[in-house]
């Protein structure tokens, strides 16, 4: 997505991932809110628009999450893309400061979750994932496990079979973010487990074990956008920018011939990766530090194949060389991750943006990425929407 000027986050905030129940989302978003004025450095006032993502709740939400940072009578978007919410509300935000309607933008995302796993509210209408579903039964039927498991898990039974990938290069994938995961203080979960551990869990489809699947999470995350002209008259003269962002939706490989890999996002997320590589004259091998969208561990070694880390085939060997961790080629998910920090919806993209600012910046702490100067970022959402966004500072 061409943009006709350039966009910086000028400030980052991120209230810590608990399991459901635990906070209402007025005071979620409103410490996450109020953490991303305080880091840019600007108050509610300067804020010329808000773009406010969730899935799960009534339809002005958005407005109510916002009330408690100022009530200044700005345009208010309530957002929802599935699990691509987040960055969703966060490209709609570099769209009004690329574009140039806007100065200073808010992108804010939360989610206030239910236990257990994700279902449907309204049976008395077409399910938006009818397509979707329909590839995986003509492929492997449906089963009594949570519907989302059954997609990402067929994917990686699909990878497996054509490409000899094994169940430990899948759960090694839960075993590095994990790891990553105990020096996060916002985590849901930090508590390292080994390979063994990850394979002893409770099964929940086939080959996806219950810690290879993200959890249910309630939380908050949210980023202050702004002109260049905007952060230097605010002092800020080397913010992060965003050099680059694209969103896809469904092609028709996603349906035929029929495929779990392409059904899950494989496709919307390499045309969502290249639109960003060529936007932003940047590749792959550029990057230092990536968020990707590991809802399952299945889905986190697809798309390293959908953003070119490597060949089609080769994601098994990516993770079973250590290339994606500390040490290795790129550091992916130094957060923990879906798995470890957890997954609320609407904040989820938001979160990831949190993250690769904290490390373009040089404040993340025990889990710094050495060097960091690109950043990548992956949020997908099933029905579909594929968000890709590149930073840079520097």
Known sequence: MKLSRKVCVLGVGMTKFH??????????TKEAGEAALADAGVPYSAVEQAFVGYVYGDSTCGQR?????????????NVNNNCSTGSTALLLAAQAIGGG???????????????????????????PLDR??????????????????????????????????????LAKVASKNRRHAVDNERSQFRVASSVEEILASPMIFDPLTKFQCCPTTDGAAAAILCSEEFARAHGVSNPVMIEAIAMKTD??????????IKMVGA????????????????????VQVIELHDCFTANELITYEALGLCGEG??????????????????????????SKGHPLG????????????????????????DAKVALQHNLGLGGAAVVTMYRRG
């Open 267 to 286: 496709d919307l997320a390499r045309a969502a990766a290249d639109e960003v590589y060529r936007d932003a004259g940047l590749g792959p091998t550029d």
């Open 251 to 260: 092609f028709g490989t996603s349906f035929e011939p029929k495929s779990m």
């Open 19 to 28: 399991k459901p129940g635990t906070f209402d989302y007025p005071a979620l």
């Open 314 to 339: 080769e994601a098994g060997k990516l993770i079973s060389d250590d290339a994606t961790t500390y040490g290795g080629r790129w550091v992916v998910n130094p957060s923990g991750g879906l798995l």
């Open 132 to 169: 979707h579903m329909l590839v995986m039964m003509d492929i492997q039927g449906f089963q009594p496990a949570p519907p989302a498991a059954q997609m990402f898990g067929g994917a990686g039974r699909e990878h497996m079979q054509k490409y000899g990938t094994t169940k430990e290069q």
């Open 101 to 127: 309607s806007s100065e200073c933008v808010l992108a804010l995302g939360f989610e206030k979750m239910e236990k257990g796993s994700l279902g449907t509210k309204y049976g008395d209408r077409t399910n």
């Open 347 to 370: 904040a989820t993209g938001l979160a990831q943006c949190f993250e690769l600012n904290q490390q373009l910046r040089g404040l993340a702490g025990t889990r710094q990425v050495p």
């Open 65 to 77: 999450a916002v009330y408690q940072l100022g009530l200044t009578g700005i345009p208010v978007f």
